[in-house]
């Protein structure tokens, strides 16, 4: 199980961040100016609103619920490095990586408009296809370095819910981030969208990466510059083959694909608190940890996607976090199977 959780960590947000290919669509679709104020309304006003709401109900929640756990002798804290009545640690908590989003908007706009100047100078300067795949190299690579100099115990980068992160570690995300950028920017030179062209091998790909990359990740500890290698390729390659993956089985439009990932953003954003409370519940079974832990994460998830489907999806919260839904547009969309065309407002 702690296998599975050190893998899953290793690339979960890597995979995550390859959401600047969306950012790239949309600055290509929309401009520079739309494109920007949207995201702020997407990311920006649900993180502002989370930070004054969330975070605070989740300190509260968490003291309650672990002080009535040690109250109860059901849970030794005593290994943990802070009390977790003192409500100080959490900063940003889950919220770091909205976040770390507005900061990566931020520098790509920067970097769009110095592009523009750039060719407002020279209109005949054409970037050659060589240069684009440069500068992916330079990117995927990149994370080495922050890997091989950040201490850390645990497999893949290390997180900060701080407001003020390491910059070694927002340049580790960060190239996760240009490199979907500018593979979106690749499509326009070869034929199709690069970030794809690899679905064929994603077998290979995933097999690779959790069989071979992960254990030498782990086995190589004492190797700093060989461990983090491992552990840099093996984000990078299961990000690519979960995306072969999807691309394989998941190609075509359907609604319920479409509703788990327009509902993933609200159970992501209010999920932790909820989760508190059923720790709190089943803590004071005798059940397996493995069995609590599936039926916590079962009891977040359902409870959450019921609060979603009758007082979220089709109310102004809903529209700000997903774009407008409409109770009749979702039952024609069911009973084709798909929506008619694919959303990418709320991407990265």
């Given at each position: 199980?702690?296998?599975?959780?050190?893998?899953?960590h290793g690339?979960?947000m890597?995979?995550?961040?390859?959401?600047?290919?969306?950012?790239?669509?949309?600055?290509?679709?929309?401009?520079?100016?739309?494109t920007?104020?949207?995201?702020?309304?997407?990311?920006?006003?649900?993180?502002?609103?989370?930070?004054?709401?969330?975070?605070?109900l989740?300190?509260?929640?968490?003291d309650?619920?672990?002080?009535?756990?040690?109250?109860?002798?059901?849970?030794?804290?005593?290994?943990?490095?802070?009390?977790?009545?003192?409500?100080s640690?959490?900063?940003?908590?889950?919220?770091?990586?909205?976040?770390?989003?507005?900061?990566?908007?931020?520098?790509?706009?920067?970097?769009?408009?110095?592009?523009?100047?750039?060719?407002?100078?020279?209109?005949?300067?054409?970037?050659?296809?060589?240069?684009?795949?440069?500068?992916?190299v330079?990117?995927?690579?990149?994370?080495?370095?922050?890997?091989?100099?950040?201490?850390?115990?645990?497999?893949?980068?290390?997180?900060?819910?701080?407001?003020?992160?390491?910059?070694?570690?927002?340049?580790?995300?960060?190239?996760?981030?240009?490199?979907?950028?500018?593979?979106?920017?690749?499509?326009?030179?070869?034929?199709?969208?690069?970030?794809?062209r690899?679905?064929?091998?994603?077998?290979?790909?995933?097999v690779?990466?959790?069989g071979?990359?992960?254990?030498?990740?782990?086995?190589?500890?004492s190797?700093?510059?060989?461990?983090?290698?491992?552990?840099?390729?093996?984000?990078?390659?299961?990000?690519?083959g979960?995306?072969?993956?999807?691309?394989?089985?998941?190609?075509?439009?359907?609604?319920?694909?479409?509703?788990?990932?327009?509902?993933?953003?609200?159970?992501?954003?209010v999920?932790?608190?909820?989760?508190?409370v059923?720790?709190?519940?089943?803590?004071?079974?005798?059940?397996?940890?493995?069995?609590?832990?599936?039926l916590?994460?079962?009891?977040?998830?359902?409870?959450?996607?019921?609060?979603?489907?009758?007082?979220?999806?089709?109310?102004?919260?809903?529209?700000?976090?997903?774009?407008?839904?409409?109770?009749?547009?979702?039952?024609?969309?069911?009973?084709?199977?798909?929506?008619?065309?694919?959303?990418v407002?709320?991407?990265?």
């Open positions: 199980m702690l296998a599975i959780i050190d893998l899953i690339f979960r890597p995979l995550f961040f390859l959401s600047g290919y969306f950012l790239a669509m949309l600055i290509h679709r929309r401009g520079l100016t739309r920007v104020g949207q995201r702020a309304l997407r990311i920006g006003v649900p993180f502002g609103i989370a930070v004054v709401t969330i975070i605070p989740l300190e509260w929640v968490g309650k619920i672990y002080t009535w756990i040690i109250t109860e002798g059901r849970f030794d804290f005593s290994r943990l490095n802070s009390d977790p009545g003192e409500g640690g959490i900063g940003l908590a889950h919220l770091w990586f909205l976040w770390f989003l507005l900061i990566y908007i931020t520098v790509v706009a920067v970097l769009v408009l110095i592009a523009r100047a750039i060719r407002h100078l020279w209109p005949r300067l054409v970037v050659p296809g060589w240069l684009w795949t440069v500068a992916i330079a990117l995927i690579l990149s994370p080495v370095f922050t890997e091989a100099t950040t201490a850390s115990e645990e497999f893949g980068p290390p997180t900060d819910n701080s407001w003020t992160p390491s910059i070694g570690l927002l340049m580790y995300y960060l190239a996760f981030y240009g490199v979907g950028a500018l593979l979106y920017g690749r499509s326009s030179t070869v034929a199709g969208p690069a970030i794809y690899l679905h064929r091998w994603w077998p290979l790909l995933l690779v990466g959790a071979a990359l992960y254990p030498l990740g782990v086995g190589a500890a190797i700093p510059v060989v461990s983090a290698v491992a552990q840099v390729a093996c984000a990078w390659t299961m990000a690519f979960l995306i072969g993956l999807f691309k394989a089985v998941f190609a075509k439009e359907r609604f319920w694909v479409r509703y788990a990932s327009d509902s993933s953003y609200w159970l992501y954003i999920h932790l608190p909820v989760v508190f059923f720790q709190g519940v089943f803590a004071f079974t005798d059940w397996s940890g493995a069995i609590e832990a599936v916590i994460a079962a009891s977040t998830v359902s409870s959450m996607l019921i609060v979603y489907a009758f007082a979220v999806r089709y109310t102004p919260l809903g529209w700000l976090l997903n774009g407008r839904r409409t109770l009749r547009n979702d039952m024609r969309a069911l009973r084709r199977g798909s929506f008619a065309q694919p959303a407002e709320a991407a990265g």
